[in-house]
């Protein structure tokens, strides 16, 4: 196998590292009671989706 001659510096190591780092989520706002949840998603602090109540969130407190 091939090896390389002579060693790589920092920063050729550090630019090829550049795109290792995580993106985050994409977050948008719930419609009934404004909070940031995932899209797509049931809203954790007040369990709607698409205009319904889907998780009764009260009665778990």
Same mark, same amino acid.
């Given at each position: ?28 706002? #719930? %419609?009934? =009671?404004?909070?940031? /949840?995932?899209?797509?998603? !049931? #809203? %954790?602090? =007040?369990?709607?989706? /698409?205009?319904?109540?889907? !998780?009764d ?5």
């Amino acid at each position: 196998m091939a090896n390389p001659k002579r060693r790589h510096s920092k920063q050729r190591r550090d630019k090829r590292r550049s795109h290792h780092a995580l993106a985050k989520p994409g977050l948008s706002r #719930c %419609p009934n =009671c404004m909070e940031m /949840k995932l899209p797509h998603r !049931i #809203c %954790p602090s =007040c369990g709607h989706y /698409k205009g319904r109540t889907l !998780i009764d969130t009260e009665s778990d407190a």
